[in-house]
């Protein structure tokens, strides 16, 4: 129902920028919740950032005021910002959808793309 396609990905040195982008196919696009989760080495899945269909947003307390998540319905994408990164923000970075979802929970959202890596040196 819902085709999810991260890009934006790489490696970068800490305290450097990137920005995330996820390409969203789907009829309704704009009635969706969306979420940020990543994923680590050897580590379970986190919750980073959400945004809901009118335009909310929650953060994961280790990345707030460092990454900002936002929408642009017209273009059916959600990006992430991500500045100041750190080693520690290195994993994979996956786009997560699902309607009328409230949560920070991975397996609350029933829509993923495949994600991209961003490795931070140090």
């Known amino acids: 129902q819902v085709q999810l396609v991260e890009s934006g990905g790489g490696l970068v040195q800490a305290g450097g920028s990137l920005r995330l982008s996820c390409a969203a196919s789907?009829?309704?696009?704009?009635?969706?919740?969306m979420g940020w989760f990543r994923q680590a080495p050897g580590k379970e899945r986190e919750f980073v950032a959400r945004?809901?269909?009118?335009?909310?947003?929650f953060y994961a307390d280790s990345v707030k005021g460092r990454f900002t998540i936002s929408r642009d319905n017209a273009k059916n994408t959600v990006y992430l910002q991500l500045n100041s990164l750190k080693p520690e923000d290195t994993a994979v970075y996956y786009c997560?959808?699902?309607?009328?979802?409230?949560?920070?929970?991975?397996?609350?959202?029933?829509?993923w793309g495949q994600g991209t890596q961003v490795t931070v040196s140090s």
């Open positions: 997560a959808a699902g309607l009328f979802i409230n949560s920070n929970q991975a397996l609350d959202y029933p829509y």
């Open positions: 789907g009829r309704t696009f704009s009635t969706y919740d």
């Open positions: 945004i809901t269909r009118r335009g909310s947003t």
